[in-house]
């Protein structure tokens, strides 16, 4: 459980690091993303951004239990 802490956090740190790299190439913008714009009311829903992320952390997690 410590070691899974530790790489979570440094996952974190890394990923605030780069994260304005990641706005760059527009990652929470990607088509499949929901967006209703109003006036006075926005709403945002990142349906794609929010699967590619599950699925790298899917993928990282298995590789870290082998």
């Not at 530790?6 to 993303?33: E, M, N, Q, R, Y």
């Amino acid at each position: 459980m410590p070691r899974f802490l530790v790489i979570l956090g440094l996952a974190l740190v890394l990923l605030g690091l780069l994260w304005p790299l990641i706005s760059k190439i527009g990652f929470g913008h990607l088509p499949g993303d929901i967006r209703i714009e109003r006036k006075g009311f926005s709403f945002y829903f990142p349906v794609t951004s929010s699967l590619i992320i599950s699925a790298l952390l899917s993928f990282l997690l298995w590789l870290f239990r082998k």
